[in-house]
């Protein structure tokens, strides 16, 4: 039988036969094509957002990076509910030309309203027919609340940016597929400051593969939460039951 010679990073093999590489071989694809992988994920920004006070993270900061000539996020629908006469979730952040439903998962009435210059809109009293979705197509800071309930306060933050998210719990987003070059960038945080519409913008500008640490200091005290009352506490165990 003729054994043919072949490169030298792959083993002998007979005549007709299947080509079989060699186990260094492979391993060094495999390695290469992990390196491949690596590079492609380092180049998602990530932002760590925390308190300047404590050094603490924090979420439902909203980072924002606006990318010249890039096109603006596309509008989405979305919902923000109440729920233990509580808006859910806390801070929600759209683009412009985005429509945002209330719909009511409480036992009682809600009166949800806005007089923020992004959004006025006034839902009247409502409890189980959610009504039309409120559009949102100014950008800036819708601050809700409830005429029933002075309590309740959420946040909209409605981007005309081309990336946009929300911090996690870890105080952190990664801003994956940035172009390269440098992009303004800034970030917003409901206790900033007490009128909730002002930025903090970054002194440098941020690229496609930067690990950035964002310190705030913060002149808006944490709220506490709301004692439920005992129809809400019997309630919720029914619920679990």
Avoid at 58 to 71: H, N, Q, R, T
Wanted: charged share 20%.
């Amino acid at each position: 039988m003729l054994w043919l010679p072949r490169n030298p990073c792959e083993t002998p093999v007979r005549k007709g036969t299947h080509v079989t590489r060699a186990p260094h071989v492979l391993l060094s694809s495999l390695l290469l094509a992990t390196g491949l992988l690596s590079s492609l994920a380092a180049q998602a920004a990530r932002i760590t957002v925390t308190d300047a006070a404590t050094g603490k993270p924090l979420p439902e900061a909203v980072v924002e990076v606006d990318i010249e000539g890039a096109s603006k996020a596309a509008p989405s629908s979305v919902d923000v509910y109440q729920r233990n006469a509580a808006f859910h979730p806390h801070v929600s952040a759209v683009s412009v030309g985005s429509s945002v439903s209330f719909p009511n998962r409480d036992t009682t009435r809600h009166h949800v309203y806005s007089f923020s210059p992004t959004g006025v809109f006034d839902l009247n009293l409502y409890r189980q027919e959610t009504p039309p979705p409120v559009p949102f197509d100014t950008a800036g800071v819708a601050v809700l609340g409830c005429n029933i309930h002075d309590h309740m306060q959420a946040f909209i933050v409605v981007s005309d940016a081309a990336k946009f998210a929300i911090t996690d719990e870890n105080g952190q987003v990664n801003l994956e597929d940035l172009p390269p070059g440098e992009h303004r960038l800034r970030v917003w945080h409901p206790r900033l400051e007490e009128t909730h519409q002002q930025w903090w913008e970054a002194p440098r500008p941020v690229s496609a593969s930067d690990l950035r640490s964002v310190s705030l200091s913060l002149s808006v005290a944490a709220k506490p939460a709301a004692e439920q009352s005992s129809l809400q506490q019997r309630f919720n165990r029914a619920l679990s039951q």
